[in-house]
């Protein structure tokens, strides 16, 4: 039989919409050290907006945010949804598309006029070992201190194999001829917003004596100045989803009881590692399904209200 208090818990759960996946887990939630935050979606609302365009080699804006929409036509990530908008926004006719292929936790590749082209942010960068011409670069500076997400759209440096007219036909085919290298052409400003309830929730975990942590795939500007407006001391950025779970074991060794809060597929691991996964919002099935417990309501302060419950509960029970 289920214990009295137990039963009295879930149902004032699920009451909060918390729906309580595994139990074990909602009474560790007591005694977290730590809880680790998903950026994108989870403490900002993901819901981003193409803010600003920066191109180069003499590549004209209106082209280049075209060329991105159409890499960015079968992604149904949250900034191919912005590039695709701020395209239509401007009336532009995405060209035709084939090979599309996404690159998980970088970005996108998708070949354009018989050349590949690609769409991403930093780790695509070093994926690519892509070089940023200098106007990028300082367009990045400038766009990561206002916490502004910046990707990419690089053409796809000429490989052994490819003949030399290929490489160059898209765009930029003043460039010099034997150019190896994939060269990014232009670089977009994605502004997204912090919720008003992320605010709330650092407050109140801080007073409940737990440390705040975030991670994301974004570049380490970006998570730093959202870290700083929120309070937030420790920030994990451009970790590979793959590389997600790691973090949470090195919290996890240094003695840590650590929860993890995110809603997308590349949280997954990481809910499964933490020793309380906890999925928010509509949060995708994957992380649904990798999580303790979900909260249904898509706000972050919930977090601090199921440590209050998960003390409130099971306090009574020793
Ligand atoms: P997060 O960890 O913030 O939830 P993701 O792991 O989904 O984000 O993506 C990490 C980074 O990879 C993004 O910030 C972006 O730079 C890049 N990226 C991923 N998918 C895309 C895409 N479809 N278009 C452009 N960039 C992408
Ligand atoms: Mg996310």
Redesign the pocket.
């Known amino acids: 039989a289920i214990p009295l208090v137990v039963a009295i818990n879930t149902s004032l759960a699920a009451r909060n919409g918390m729906l309580i996946r595994d139990r074990i887990a909602m009474e560790r939630a007591r005694d977290l050290d730590t809880i680790v935050f ?4 989870t403490l900002t609302a993901g819901e981003q907006g193409v803010v600003d365009v920066a191109t180069v080699d003499r590549v004209d804006e209106d082209e280049a945010l075209a060329l991105a929409a159409a890499v ?1 036509s079968d ?1 149904e ?1 949250m ?2 949804q912005a ?1 695709r908008e701020a395209a239509a926004d401007r009336g532009l006719k995405p060209p035709n598309v084939s090979d599309f292929e ?1 690159l998980k ?4 590749r998708a070949t354009v006029d018989g050349g590949a082209l690609y ?6 960068l070093s994926y690519l070992e892509a070089e940023v011409p200098p106007e990028l670069a300082e367009f990045a500076d400038r766009s990561g201190e206002n916490a502004r ?1 910046v ?1 990419y759209l690089v053409r796809e440096g000429k490989r052994d194999g490819d003949s030399s007219a290929q490489a160059n036909t898209v765009v930029g085919a003043d460039q010099e001829p034997g150019i190896d290298q994939a060269r990014p052409i232009a670089a977009f400003a994605l502004a997204d917003v912090i919720r008003e309830e992320s605010y709330r929730v650092v407050d109140a975990l801080h007073d409940l004596g737990i440390e705040v942590a975030m ?5 380490e500007d970006v998570a730093v100045a959202v870290a700083d407006e929120l309070g937030i001391e420790t920030v994990f950025a451009e ?1 590979l ?1 793959e590389d997600k779970d790691e973090k949470v074991t090195e919290l996890q060794d240094q003695d840590k009881l650590v929860a993890m809060v995110g809603d ?1 597929v ?2 997954a691991p990481a809910l499964t590692r933490a020793d309380v996964g906890i999925a928010i919002g509509s949060g995708t099935d994957v992380a649904v399904q990798s999580a303790d417990i979900v909260l249904v309501q898509n706000n972050p302060m919930d977090v601090a209200r199921l440590v209050k419950l998960s003390r409130a509960s099971y306090r009574k029970m020793q």
């Open positions: 998903d950026k994108t979606g960015e992604s990530h900034i191919a590039m996404a936790g970088r970005g996108v769409v991403g942010g930093p780790n695509l997400t990707v991670l994301t795939g974004d570049s970790v989803p997308g590349n949280d």
